[in-house]
Nanobody, 127 residues
């Protein structure tokens, strides 16, 4: 059974950085697409970044392009989300998700495609 555990969230000032981690057990993350989503209070969950299997392509939402970078460490079976130049509007609970397909299916309206989710990690950016 897939278990995804996110970590690295916290409170940071505007302009600061955080690195989120998504560690997997019972699942070889390197063979499948992994995505980061976020959900702010009162808003729908949205796709932030996605990385395809292996050294595949990545996708970033327009709102984070140039500031967030998704990457994977095969040896650690972990996917990261490096978040720089954080803004108050980045405040949300961040989730990682994966499923049995190798390529990222886009970022908009794709939540239903992912069957395995972590518990989420809170990111709060103060102004």
């Amino acid at each position: 059974q897939v278990q995804l555990v996110e970590s690295g969230g916290g409170l940071v000032q505007s302009g600061g950085s955080l690195r989120l981690s998504c560690a997997a057990s019972g699942w070889p993350l390197n063979y499948y697409a992994v995505a980061w989503f976020r959900q702010a209070p009162g808003k729908e969950r949205e796709g932030v970044s996605c990385i395809s299997a292996g050294d595949g392509d990545s996708l970033d939402a327009d709102s984070v392009k140039g500031r967030f970078t998704i990457s994977r460490d095969k040896a650690k079976n972990t996917v990261y989300l490096q978040m720089n130049s954080l803004k108050p509007e980045d405040t949300a609970v961040y989730y990682c998700a994966t499923d049995v397909f190798p390529d990222c299916p886009g970022l908009v309206g794709i939540e239903y495609l992912f069957g395995s989710w972590g518990q989420g990690t809170q990111v709060t950016v103060s102004s």
